[in-house]
């Protein structure tokens, strides 16, 4: 009996403890093992490879073509429907039933010709004898319902009508006033007032003062300005007269008409090529809000 625990006879109900299954194993290693080992030993299985469907027998199952109708007679479906009803009449005990007369047919309104049984006394269109009719007691009488809804109209309701009080007017702006007077009555005193309101030591406006303003000063007196300029006569427009210039035809100019060729771009050192001078270059601006918060 081990000395903590269980023994193996009253944990399992064995005498000794079993042995395991694996003891004694060979270790198989898994590094680069197949998967199905079965697959690359002995001989596999070899198809005979695919047929291509065609009109000759080797590409289907058969070996020969199979008919679906093969040995079926012709069957002629009037002759059979004929046989068939030959046979059904021989299951018949007698002759075909016939009734001995024909359907009678009524003559007119109110003919029974044709019927089985006749007339009715229940259908008969003579008239019952009936008592006397006596009419019922009358009722009380009422006065018929006056017209109109109540609102309006006098003496419809069944008390007596409320008398009708008009308001005032302006009546909430009144009360409002009365109720503010004898809130003043109630009151003892003015309002408390502190002498000792604190205050702060910087201005809220930095522009009040207390001094008093000075004078306001007069404004200058306005010199008179001059007239302006107007010439004696107006400007002459210009027309075939050559009214409006000085000369009364314009010089000509005998020099011919030459078209005036363009030279070409000099890249020598004599005639260099204008290039302007570079700009002022941007530098980084510090942001207002950035200089208020180290202010």
């Given amino acids: 009996m081990p000395a903590e625990g269980k023994s193996d006879m009253e944990r399992i109900g064995l005498f000794s403890k079993m042995g395991y299954v694996t003891i004694g194993d060979k270790y198989v290693s898994h590094y680069m093992r197949p998967f199905n080992e079965a697959a690359s030993k002995?001989?596999?299985?070899?198809?005979?490879?695919?047929?291509?469907?065609?009109?000759?027998?080797?590409?289907?199952?058969?070996?020969?073509?199979?008919?679906?109708?093969?040995?079926?007679?012709?069957?002629?479906?009037?002759?059979?429907?004929?046989?068939?009803?030959?046979?059904?009449?021989?299951?018949?005990?007698?002759?075909?039933?016939?009734?001995?007369?024909?359907?009678?047919?009524?003559?007119?309104?109110?003919?029974y010709y044709g019927t089985i049984g006749g007339s009715y006394a229940y259908f008969s269109p003579q008239l019952k004898?009936?008592?006397?009719?006596?009419?019922?007691?009358?009722?009380?009488?009422?006065?018929?319902?006056?017209?109109?809804?109540?609102?309006?109209?006098?003496?419809?309701?069944?008390?007596?009508?409320?008398?009708?009080?008009?308001?005032?007017?302006?009546?909430?702006?009144?009360?409002?006033?009365?109720?503010?007077?004898?809130?003043?009555?109630?009151?003892?005193?003015?309002?408390?007032?502190?002498?000792?309101?604190?205050?702060?030591?910087?201005?809220?406006?930095p522009y009040f003062n207390e001094k008093p303003l000075p004078p306001v000063k007069k404004p200058p007196p306005e010199k008179p300005v001059a007239p302006p300029f107007k010439p004696s006569s107006p400007a002459k427009k210009s027309g075939g007269m050559k009214g409006g210039t000085f000369d009364p035809y314009p010089s000509h100019s005998a020099d011919p008409y030459v078209i005036k060729k363009s030279e070409a771009v000099a890249t020598n050192k004599e005639r260099k090529i204008f290039h302007p001078p570079a700009g002022p270059k941007s530098r980084p601006v510090t942001s207002i809000i950035t200089l208020n918060v180290t202010r």
């Fill in 129 to 205: 004898a009936r008592e006397r009719y006596i009419p019922p007691g009358k009722n009380f009488y009422t006065n018929p319902g006056k017209k109109g809804t109540g609102y309006g109209y006098a003496n419809l309701t069944i008390g007596e009508q409320f008398p009708h009080e008009p308001d005032g007017y302006e009546v909430e702006r009144i009360n409002a006033k009365k109720a503010q007077e004898e809130h003043k009555r109630l009151l003892k005193g003015g309002p408390f007032k502190l002498n000792l309101y604190p205050q702060e030591y910087f201005d809220m406006n």
């Fill in 42 to 111: 002995n001989r596999q299985m070899l198809p005979g490879g695919t047929k291509t469907l065609s009109a000759l027998q080797a590409g289907y199952f058969e070996p020969q073509f199979v008919r679906i109708f093969d040995g079926e007679a012709y069957s002629n479906p009037v002759q059979l429907r004929r046989r068939y009803r030959l046979a059904e009449s021989k299951k018949n005990l007698g002759k075909a039933f016939l009734p001995s007369n024909g359907d009678k047919l009524p003559c007119g309104l109110g003919s």
